[in-house]
T-cell receptor, first 116, second 116 residues
Framework: KAGVTQTPRYLIKTRGQQVTLSCSPI?????VSWYQQTPGQGLQFLFE???????NKGNFPGRFSGRQFSNSRSEMNVSTLELGDSALYLC???????????????FGPGTRLLVL | AQTVTQSQPEMSVQEAETVTLSCTYD???????LFWYKQPPSRQMILVIR??????QNATENRFSVNFQKAAKSFSLKISDSQLGDAAMYFC?????????????FGQGTELSVKP
């Protein structure tokens, strides 16, 4: 099976702009989660989608939003970018079936966002 | 709230030797999942090993094994016969069950270097 894919891999934006990141999960996986990784804050959970519904949301401002499509692909959007939004954004998918295997999240390569 | 703590920011091991990375967590739940992920310089997050809390037997994957002490809330990773390719950042992560939200909570990471 193909792994989780994320596009684009690198982005440079300026303050005030908005950005959309895309994630395609492993085939058959219906859950997609997003994480932000920074040197200062480490890995922080943004939100999780399952069957097009947001199931869980982390402690991020409303500028961060996401959605999931019927084919399980997901997008996250950050509006009015700030310098502090510079980070590696990781997407992970899981099948969400019962048992350990279903609960395991598999990660994509990430999108590195730089805000100038 | 659940937390994960990795008390060793950096560790070093000689090639072919054994190293143990420490992780403790805090939760009031009885059913959950624990993971070790590896993040090499490419930044791709790779699953190393998974442990289901309801299983008493420690998980093993080739040269990687865990020491899961549920009562002590400890989850250490042992790497045997260390190889140069094991050099990476290692993250311990906790995931509650479906009904508890299921987001991954990460520790701050341990950077492992392997000396030839």
């Amino acid at each position: 099976k193909a792994g989780v894919t994320q596009t684009p891999r690198y982005l440079i934006k300026t303050r005030g702009q908005q950005v959309t990141l895309s994630c395609s999960p492993i085939s058959g996986h219906r859950s997609v989660s997003w994480y932000q990784q920074t040197p200062g804050q480490g890995l922080q959970f943004l939100f999780e989608y399952f069957s097009e519904t947001q199931r869980n949301k982390g402690n991020f401002p409303g500028r961060f939003s996401g959605r999931q499509f019927s084919n399980s692909r997901s997008e996250m959007n950050v509006s009015t970018l700030e310098l502090g939004d510079s980070a590696l954004y990781l997407c992970a998918s899981s099948s969400w079936t019962s048992g350990g295997a279903g609960q395991t999240q598999y990660f994509g390569p990430g999108t590195r966002l730089l805000v100038l | 709230a659940q937390t994960v703590t990795q008390s060793q920011p950096e560790m070093s091991v000689q090639e072919a030797e054994t190293v143990t990375l420490s992780c403790t967590y805090d939760t009031s739940e009885s059913d959950y999942y624990l993971f070790w992920y590896k993040q090499p310089p490419s930044r791709q997050m790779i699953l190393v090993i998974r442990q289901e809390a309801y299983k008493q037997q420690n998980a093993t994957e080739n040269r990687f094994s865990v020491n899961f002490q549920k009562a002590a809330k400890s989850f250490s990773l042992k790497i045997s016969d260390s190889q140069l390719g094991d050099a990476a950042m290692y993250f311990c992560a906790y995931r509650a069950t479906y009904n508890q939200g299921g987001k991954l909570i990460f520790g701050q990471g341990t950077e492992l270097s392997v000396k030839p």
